[in-house]
């Protein structure tokens, strides 16, 4: 369900850069992910975290929430939203080669080859025009979403290490908070005086990405997270540039090639092969 609504987000992402900044509406978005978030915890009565684990949520904010969404939509000035979505779900392979050095975890072999289709499956959706024919100004917001894969790896290392034991609404509603307030100081710094379309529209750009997209999903990513080892639940998210090609497909109209076929169907079978030794290892035990 999460691979789903956060591939259905990158259209919303990339159509509302017509309607204002890509800082100023990330700011927008997690206000709205953040209030809705802190409502929660009010509800429940969870109150505030321990001071032990404010500085880590701080950072996991800044990581998570700030830099990477951050970078993703500067670079969606200049990349497909399909495109984009499949560079920055190059983090799976960031994480698990992570997880393996800082949570000790152990790749098998068929994990590594599962892996491995995933990412050839990546490779193969962008296709030669990652290399060629690209102008620079596509290289560069290629580039700005690779580092926000890689630094969404590194938040997802650093939250299992010191902050899997909260409760995970807490987590997700702290994080973002301290995230948000990041983003907002971009976007004033960025973005002060650039013209700002507030329509239904947009209106409903903010409320999914921030509501559904940001509130919900995180909130579920960090329960998953905490569930089961790093790969499994990274290689898995390879499906949501699967539904952002195909959402960008349809409502964007942008170009499904022989190349995205291929490549997602690699994808497919490299999940498939990954949670299937999954499965095999724990009949084992």
């Known amino acids: 369900m999460i691979t789903i609504l956060w591939g259905y987000a990158w259209v919303h992402m990339k159509a509302s850069l017509d309607y204002m900044g890509p800082f100023t509406f990330t700011a927008f978005r997690f206000s709205v992910g953040a209030l809705t978030l802190l409502v929660v915890v009010w509800i429940l009565k969870l109150g505030l975290p321990p001071k032990g684990y404010w500085k880590h949520l701080i950072l996991v904010g800044l990581l998570q929430t700030s830099a990477v969404f951050l970078l993703v939509m500067y670079g969606l000035r200049f990349v497909e939203a399909g495109k984009s ?8 392979m960031w994480s698990s080669l992570l997880a393996v050095k800082y949570l000790g975890e152990k790749l098998t072999y068929k994990q590594l080859v599962g892996l491995f289709i995933g990412m050839m499956g990546l490779l193969t959706v ?6 060629i024919g690209q102008s620079k100004e596509a290289i560069f917001g290629e580039l700005l979403i690779i580092i926000a894969a890689v ?6 290392i650093y939250y299992r290490l010191h902050l899997s034991l909260l409760p995970k609404i807490q987590a997700s509603a702290y994080q973002m908070t301290f995230g948000t307030i990041g983003i907002i100081i971009a976007a004033f710094l960025m973005e002060w005086g650039e013209p700002v379309q507030i329509n239904a529209t947009s209106i409903y750009y903010i409320l999914f990405t921030g509501i559904i997209a ?3 999903c995180f909130t579920v990513w960090y329960f998953i997270l905490s569930q089961i080892d790093m790969a ?3 290689i898995a998210t390879l499906l949501v540039p699967i539904f ?8 964007l109209h942008e170009t499904m090639t022989i190349g995205v076929i291929v490549g997602t169907s690699l994808i497919i079978i490299g999940i498939i092969f990954a949670q299937k030794t ?5 009949k084992e035990r």
């Open 85 to 92: 979505s499949v560079l920055l779900y190059s983090m799976p």
């Open 126 to 131: 962008l296709g030669w025009d990652i290399w």
């Open 278 to 282: 999954k499965r095999e290892l724990l």
């Open 214 to 216: 940001s509130a919900l």
């Open 151 to 156: 630094i969404w790896a590194i938040a997802n």
């Open 232 to 234: 499994t639940a990274t």
């Open 244 to 251: 952002g090609l195909l959402f960008s497909q349809l409502i």
